[in-house]
T-cell receptor, first 111, second 112 residues
Framework: GENVEQHPSTLSVQEGDSAVIKCTYS??????FPWYKQELGKRPQLIID?????GEKKDQRIAVTLNKTAKHFSLHITETQPEDSAVYFC??????????FGKGTSLLVTP | DGGITQSPKYLFRKEGQNVTLSCEQN?????MYWYRQDPGQGLRLIYY???????QKGDIAEGYSVSREKKESFPLTVTSAQKNPTAFYLC???????????FGQGTRLTVV
């Protein structure tokens, strides 16, 4: 089955700096790659996703890049703010299968 | 208010008892999922269902059972065979597999 590896497990940045979280996946047939943000005590919520026919997608301060050949994808957050502090999860899946999640990255943005 | 609802938010049970967690959605989604979340382990898949009366085991299905008798409902039973049941359980749904999943607010189960 699909295996998703996520790095780093923790990340601390200064407010205004950029943050990058990286994930690799094992199943070359995977074609859907979402990123979820989970604040303490709350449910995970989708922040951005990308499909395998696209190499990059951007939404304001958040961007995701996908390298199908290398089977890795990354989340980029620019101009970080304290409210970006949360746990971020990457995931991968394809039709007929559930999302497989990475173990998460705990991001701390310090003022 | 549309969405996916889990109940209860907190659940306490004695060791050896079976317990059922509720998950209901009114999004008309075909696919539903159960994940278990433990600190540092991410979200691990227990079971998922793509259609009524059909479901598939995930990575950690042992000690759990599910049913999908209605499109809107996907209850999870934690049986006494589950060796370490204390955890945070998240239910999710999506239009189809391979599309955006929406999560419920979770049920924190504590077995004493």
């Amino acid at each position: 089955g699909e295996n998703v590896e996520q790095h780093p497990s923790t990340l601390s940045v200064q407010e205004g700096d950029s943050a990058v979280i990286k994930c690799t996946y094992s199943d070359s047939a995977s074609n859907y790659f979402p990123w979820y943000k989970q604040e303490l005590g709350k449910r995970p919520q989708l922040i951005i996703d990308i499909r395998s026919n696209v190499g990059e997608k951007k939404d304001q301060r958040i961007a995701v890049t996908l390298n199908k050949t290398a089977k890795h994808f990354s989340l980029h957050i620019t101009e970080t703010q304290p409210e970006d502090s949360a746990v971020y999860f990457c995931a991968a899946s394809r039709g007929g299968y559930a999302l497989n999640f990475g173990k998460g990255t705990s991001l701390l943005v310090t003022p | 208010d549309g969405g996916i609802t889990q109940s209860p938010k907190y659940l306490f049970r004695k060791e050896g008892q079976n317990v059922t967690l509720s998950c209901e959605q009114n999004l008309n989604h075909d696919a539903m999922y159960w994940y278990r979340q433990d600190p540092g382990q991410g979200l691990r898949l227990i079971y998922y269902s793509q259609i009524v009366n059909d479901f598939q085991k995930g990575d950690i299905a042992e000690g759990y059972s599910v049913s999908r008798e209605k499109k809107e409902s996907f209850p999870l039973t934690v049986t006494s065979a589950q060796k370490n049941p204390t955890a945070f359980y998240l239910c999710a749904s999506s239009q189809f597999t391979g599309t955006e999943a929406f999560f419920g607010q979770g049920t924190r189960l504590t077995v004493v």
